[in-house]
């Protein structure tokens, strides 16, 4: 038999987990891409907080508000989509640090102390594995392929 | 009873001190060092806060919370600290795809599912595209700086006091009385609404019945952000010509 109480206990500590995490990453990251992935993990941890409420209440009411949390969470995507486009048509960048022209008056900017220089083994990008072995194409294919319609 | 009552709050408080360390060290901030004993600060952390939370019971359950609830915690970590925005995304989907495993766990079947769809299957699928538009190199500057050491250390203590002062708060409860004015409330709910059968012709008939209202206004709300959408990436291009010359061939004002 489960401890309805502690099952909440448990739910409700992992989604604060989740918005504070969010919350960290909000603040502290300058990517406008993760800076809303960031917002969209403290919605997740509010939805996990609220479906653990609606299943020890025994009712939908939990349920129902997370669904029309992600259906503002959709909106909410097609509009930042369309923002951070925007913003990165003007600036090239998507760095938030370059919109701080919008400050209030009076406030000084901030001014990175030293950008550190990329080291090479940092660039490093994901490996797919081959899919299959490479099929030989003599020359007489070749010359075929060449000619092909492309249709 | 007094004496584990101290014990918990000391375990609370290592908790809060190696969470926001570990946090702060696997953070960008200009360099990479640190980042070991950051992980394993932070793994400390998570380990400390588990062992606060009460048990559940039924061993399966337990069990299955704390793989996914790891799983979830690493993730959503993973996701602040990656330097490149792509992996960013990756471990979100990760986080996304656990919290639809705790969904299904708490009798939300049909909210898991949606969660891969919409969050997992279109939003970020979305972001991807527009980040491997933008910026398809990766590593870009402000991605391994961020705002600075000290911004970055109190953010991420306020962020770990949250959790600490809520576990504090939940684990100090009064269980015995929360579960008497409960006990009621589910009487009159009417037992075993969430877990019987049927899930979703109920939950499609609560949404349809009692939250229809809400439905329309949804529904009017998606309408709103999609014309939205368009507006705002329409701005500032110029009119073709033969909208110009439906407006009379003067310039327009878009």
């Known amino acids: 038999m489960l401890n309805e109480v502690a099952v909440l206990q448990n739910y409700l500590v ?20 993760v800076m809303f992935l960031c917002a969209e993990m403290m919605l997740q941890g509010v939805s996990v907080t609220l479906v653990a409420f609606g299943r020890y209440h025994n009712n939908w009411g939990g ?26 048509k003007k600036s090239g960048k998507l ?41 030989q194409v003599d020359e007489v294919e070749k010359e075929e392929r060449l000619h092909r319609s492309r249709v | 009873m007094n004496w584990f009552g101290d014990v918990k709050t000391v375990c609370l408080l290592a908790a809060i001190v190696t969470g926001a360390l570990g ?31 009460p048990m559940m ?8 919370f704390w793989i996914l609830a790891i799983a979830t915690a690493v993730a959503a970590v993973a996701t602040i600290s990656m330097r490149s925005p792509v992996y960013s995304a990756i471990w979100f989907g990760l986080t996304l795809l656990t919290t639809a495993g705790l969904f299904l766990l708490q009798g939300a079947q049909f909210l898991g599912v949606a969660t891969i769809v919409v969050y997992a299957g279109a939003i970020l ?18 991605d391994r700086i961020s705002w600075g050491t000290l911004p970055t250390a109190f953010a991420a203590l306020a962020g770990v006091l949250i959790v600490g002062g809520l576990t504090y708060m939940l684990t100090n409860l009064d269980a015995t009385a929360v579960n008497e004015s409960i006990a009621s409330a589910a009487v009159h709910q ?29 529904g009017t709300l998606l309408l709103v952000a999609l014309v939205g959408a368009v507006a705002i990436v329409i701005q500032g291009k110029e009119p073709r010509a033969s909208t110009a010359a439906l407006r009379g061939g003067g310039p327009s004002d878009a």
Not at chain 1, 63 to 88: H, K, P, R, S, Y
Not at chain 1, 106 to 122: H, L, T, W
Not at chain 2, 129 to 140: D, I, K, N, Y
């Open chain 1, 14 to 33: 992992i989604g604060a987990v989740l918005f504070a995490v969010g919350l960290i990453g909000f603040i502290v990251r300058r990517n406008m891409i």
């Open chain 2, 23 to 53: 946090i702060w060290l696997l953070l960008p901030r200009g360099n990479r060092r640190g980042q070991i004993a950051g992980t394993l600060l932070a793994a400390v952390s998570l380990g400390l806060l588990m062992s606060l939370l």
């Open chain 2, 125 to 142: 699928v979305t972001f991807l595209f527009v980040l491997m538009l933008a910026q398809p190199q990766g590593h870009e500057y402000y």
């Open chain 2, 190 to 218: 009417g037992d075993g609404e969430i877990f019987a059968d049927q899930h979703m012709a109920k939950l499609g008939g609560e949404l349809f019945s009692r939250h229809l209202i809400s439905v329309e206004v949804a």
């Open chain 1, 95 to 135: 760095d938030i640090a370059f919109w701080q022209d919008m400050r209030e008056a009076g406030q000084p900017p901030f001014v990175d102390r030293a950008i550190p220089e990329e080291r090479a083994e940092e660039r490093v990008w994901p490996r797919l594995t081959p899919a299959g072995i490479e099929p």
């Open chain 1, 63 to 88: 349920q129902m508000l997370v669904l029309f949390i992600i259906t503002v969470a959709a909106c909410e995507a097609g509009i930042a989509l369309a923002l951070i486009l925007m913003l990165f």
């Open chain 2, 57 to 64: 019971g039924a061993w399966v359950s337990q069990v299955l």
